[in-house]
């Protein structure tokens, strides 16, 4: 077990990457060989995340040097700076694993049913594991350039996957769209690194942050990583390439893809809060954060409830609730050199959208499915050629009610409880912006209700009579996210304490991730 | 573990829970006191249309596209402008994140 919670950090990211090569070797066995493998490496790579957690949650920042004779050695000795590749794993980056975990079992399960038949299988499953390496490697990185490394490895994943259905023109146009995007974004995030590596000599975040003197260099650095990553997360108005890819890639993908964007979103707070975040007056960011934080909730959900496609309708509400997200960290930013606002309502607005990732992954994961499952069964995406499904398709008909509710901030769904951090807290700093986000709400719910109507109730159309439910595997995929939307909507103070408070003291304290590296260091 | 306290507001989904079950059943008593003739599957359910013959089951249901007709009129000259931008083309993406890129660095410099 000592052995376990040691190596835990490099093992999570390990397993999977050695599994990604093994399976088309498993593959040869047979279908069934390829997905019990495949679910018992994320199974096992799941436990390791959940023995981690217990540890960062107990004591504190997880520090794991590779190559080093002891892990935790962080500086080799006689050296007064890293040089070794390391995992520095705090509150907010542990969120972020069990996020991506949670999404990777429900997506892998889900697929199991939905690809049987499909050509391609051993690729499809070994670039899911690659996007899972990509994202849990960018998760726990405390270095920048592994960061890069880590993008660049989740972005070429997901370009396969999204493309993955070749024989349709749009999947392989959302691929292109996906990999050019991916490439700038990664390309601007390297030149930015380029640009801080030339300075201080260093690549490690917590010496970076350690040396930093916020010079000219260092304030163009963070403006390409800020844009780069606002690009990636598909914040206004970068967002244009996420509806054409949300929309193509197969069911069980696009909810990792979706969670590799939260993945740019927490590497954006790494950046502006651990990297940045120390000295300098960080209402300039918080502020450019916020603009983007209220076009991507506005624009995001008027062009959704416009679209007569569900999936493209579902993509332009990830962009508006992405919203939310940086709304709340951004008026946290805004007010970080701010001690009483900070304490009064900057720690909770930060709370909110920490909070709001992990409830919107789940949830949108889960509409996403039930949209595939539509999809799966009556081979068309137009709600127009919809109605009267629910009739024969009770239980996706009920997940997706329960989505629906969820992302429209109806109580007592998980959406409610981190909506309602964000509104309250968000009206301290400007009731104008807490307005805004409430009025969005209102359309998100007018939106799903919409869909609701159009695909779901109505007289039985002749053409589905005899559309079946989805099979078992789809329906537990999506219901293990159905469960944690109502488990973290009854018990939001259990999640809020036990993993998002964490989260936002690993971002607001600086000092801790740099000591837990620098602490020897004068 | 259900309460979510911040500062200055507390909520409490196991009461409003708790609020949801008391209304539902005070509405349930109600819509027992309603009419007891009305029976289910018989011509009293059927769709009366002014005496004009009821179309075929595709045909009586609203489509998505017409759903919110006004709304969507009302807001045309912004979804005319909304349009503009979302070319589908990946080089104007491109183009936006230069711009972008531009402004917040530009932004950075002076505010810094």
Redesign the interface.
């Known amino acids: 077990m000592d052995f376990l919670t040691t190596h835990a950090p490099a093992l999570i990211v390990a397993l999977p990457l050695l599994a990604a090569f093994a399976i088309p070797l498993v593959s040869r066995a047979g279908h069934s060989a390829r997905s019990i493998f495949s679910l018992a490496v994320l199974g096992a790579t799941a436990s390791l995340v959940a023995i981690l957690a217990v540890d960062v949650y107990s004591t504190g920042i997880r520090v794991y040097t590779f190559g080093a004779t002891l892990p935790e050695m962080a500086l080799p000795a006689g050296y007064t700076v890293p040089v070794r590749i390391m995992f520095q794993v705090d509150g907010m980056s542990m969120f972020m694993g069990i996020v991506i975990t949670t999404v990777a079992l429900a997506a892998m399960l889900y697929s199991l049913q939905f690809l049987k038949g499909q050509s391609g299988q051993p690729r499809f499953y070994s670039l899911m594991m690659l996007l899972y390496v990509g994202m849990m490697g960018l998760a726990f990185t405390g270095d920048m350039f592994n960061m890069f490394v880590f993008l660049e490895l989740a972005s070429i994943a997901g370009t396969g996957l999204a493309a993955y259905r070749t024989g349709m023109a749009d999947a392989v146009e959302g691929g292109?769209?996906y990999i050019?995007?991916s490439a700038?974004?990664a390309l601007?995030v390297l030149f930015a690194i380029g640009l801080l590596y030339s300075q201080y000599n260093v690549l490690s975040i917590a010496a970076l942050a350690h040396y930093m003197e916020?010079s000219?260099l260092d304030?163009?650095a963070?403006?390409?990583l800020?844009?780069a990553f606002?690009?990636k997360l598909a914040g206004v108005?970068?967002h244009?390439?996420a509806p054409?890819t949300y929309t193509v890639a197969p069911a069980g993908t696009t909810p990792m893809i979706l969670a590799a964007s939260y993945t740019s979103m927490y590497a954006l707070y790494r950046v502006t809060f651990t990297l940045y975040g120390g000295h300098?007056d960080t209402?300039?960011?918080g502020w450019?954060v916020i603009i983007v934080g209220v076009l991507s909730m506005f624009?995001g959900v008027?062009?959704a409830?416009?679209q007569?496609d569900i999936k493209r309708m579902m993509a332009y509400h990830a962009i508006s609730q992405g919203g939310y997200m940086l709304l709340g960290v951004g008026v946290g930013l805004a007010v970080l050199a701010d001690p009483v606002a900070l304490a009064?309502?900057g720690r909770?607005a930060i709370?909110g959208g920490v909070f709001h990732i992990i409830n919107h992954v789940f949830y949108k994961a889960l509409l996403f499915m039930t949209a595939e499952a539509i999809f799966f069964r009556i081979g068309t995406r137009d709600?127009?050629k919809?109605?009267?499904l629910a009739r024969n398709m009770k239980w996706t008909t009920l997940f997706y009610g329960i989505g629906a509710l969820a992302i429209s901030g109806i109580?007592?769904f998980n959406g409610?409880?981190s909506k309602?951090?964000i509104y309250?807290?968000v009206l301290n700093f400007s009731p104008v912006l807490s307005a805004i986000a409430m009025f969005v709400s209102l359309v998100t719910l007018?939106s799903f209700a919409?869909?609701f109507?159009?695909?779901f109730t109505?007289?039985?159309?002749?053409?589905y009579r005899e559309v079946r439910e989805v099979p078992r595997s789809m329906l537990i995929g999506m219901g293990i996210l159905a469960a944690c939307v109502v488990f973290f909507?009854?018990?939001?103070?259990?999640i809020?304490d036990t993993i998002v408070a964490p989260a936002t003291e690993a971002l607001i304290n600086q000092t801790g991730y740099i000591d837990a590296v620098m602490g020897a260091v004068p | 573990m259900s309460l979510l306290e911040y500062g200055y507001a507390v909520w409490a989904p196991l009461v409003w829970i708790l609020a949801l079950v008391v209304v539902g059943v005070i509405v349930l008593i109600l819509r027992n006191r309603g009419r007891k003739s009305y029976k289910k599957g018989t011509a009293q359910g059927d769709i009366f249309l002014s005496g004009i013959a009821v179309p075929a089951e595709e045909q009586r249901h609203v489509k998505a596209a017409n759903i919110y007709w006004g709304f969507f009129e009302a807001l045309k000259g912004f979804y005319k402008g909304m349009m503009r931008p979302h070319t589908g083309i990946v080089n104007d993406y491109i183009l936006w994140f230069v711009a972008v890129l531009t402004v917040t660095v530009l932004i950075l410099l002076l505010t810094s």
């Open positions: 292109f769209k050019v995007i700038v974004s601007m916020y000219m304030m163009m963070l403006g390409l800020a844009g606002v690009m108005p970068l244009m390439w054409d300098i209402a300039a960011i450019i624009i008027m062009m409830v416009h007569t009064s309502y909770d709370n709600t127009n919809m109605g009267g109580p007592p409610f409880a309602l951090l309250q807290t007018a919409k869909v109507y159009a695909a109505g007289p039985e159309m002749p053409a909507g009854l018990f939001p103070g259990l809020v």
